[in-house]
């Protein structure tokens, strides 16, 4: 059984860092053939993506995110992992990781949340 398990989320001030991981078990060694990705889910709003990195290293970033996060897998340890800088208010959502076997088959985690306040 897959599970993906994210955590660092909480309740931080404008201006502050927060590093979110993501533990997946159960996919044995193809976990490094897979994309995975973090996507945010603001209250109210529909789900959105985040970063993702490519099982050979590609990166992208939403333009909101651009410049003060940074994406990065461990495919030995098989974690993902985004360091969030500079926080602003408007980052606030639920944040879930996401592994893709392909595009019609996605792995998620139960999400954890991230609350900006000014």
């Known amino acids: 059984q897959v599970q993906l398990v994210e955590s660092g989320g909480g309740s931080v001030q404008a201006g502050d860092s927060l590093r979110l991981s993501c533990a997946v078990s159960?996919?044995?060694?193809?976990?490094?053939?897979?994309?995975v990705a973090w996507y945010r889910q603001p209250e109210g709003k529909q789900r959105e993506l985040v970063a993702s990195i490519t099982n050979n290293g590609r990166i992208r970033y939403t333009e909101d995110v651009k410049g003060r996060s940074t994406i990065s897998r461990d495919n030995a340890k098989k974690t993902v992992t985004l360091q969030m800088n500079s926080l602003k208010v408007e980052d606030s959502a639920v944040y879930y990781c996401?592994?893709?076997?392909?595009?019609?088959?996605?792995?998620w985690g139960q999400g954890t949340q991230v609350t900006v306040a000014l």
């Open positions: 996401n592994v893709a076997v392909n595009v019609n088959y996605t792995y």
């Open positions: 159960g996919i044995g060694r193809m976990f490094e053939f897979y994309a």
